[in-house]
Nanobody, 128 residues
Framework: QIQLVESGGGSVQAGGSLRLSCVAS????????MGWFRQAPGKEREGVAG???????SYADSVKGRFTISTDYAQNILYLQMNSLSPEDTAMYYC??????????????????????WGQGTQVTVSS
């Protein structure tokens, strides 16, 4: 059974850092495209970062240079390191997965409609 469980969210002041984790089960993370998405109240879900099966990464313009997506293949965990957080980063963050090796472009990696499996989310709140 495929399962994604996020953790690591919390409350932090502007300028602070958090690292989100997504523990995957039922499949190896290296065999799938993985992504982080977020949704703030009243807004649409948006792609934050993605990684394909070749290890190529893509980021939303709003987080480039501040966020880093990575995978621990041995532990089967997807991470999102978030630095220099601002109140605009406040949202529920979701981990997502699309099975199968593939070569995709940036738009694909950051498109929520491409992903088949989702975690339950972890809340990130950044205060000014």
């Amino acid at each position: 059974q495929i399962q994604l469980v996020e953790s690591g969210g919390g409350s932090v002041q502007a300028g602070g850092s958090l690292r989100l984790s997504c523990v995957a089960s039922g499949f190896p993370v290296g065999s799938a495209c993985m992504g982080w998405f977020r949704q703030a109240p009243g807004k649409e879900r948006e792609g934050v970062a993605g990684i394909d099966t070749n290890g190529r990464t893509s980021y939303a313009d709003s987080v480039k240079g501040r966020f880093t997506i990575s995978t621990d293949y041995a532990q089967n965990i997807l991470y999102l390191q978030m630095n220099s957080l601002s109140p605009e980063d406040t949202a529920m963050y979701y981990c997502a997965m699309r099975p199968g090796a593939r070569t995709v472009d940036d738009a694909w990696l950051l498109s929520s409609s491409k992903y088949a499996y989702w975690g339950q989310g972890t809340q990130v709140t950044v205060s000014s």
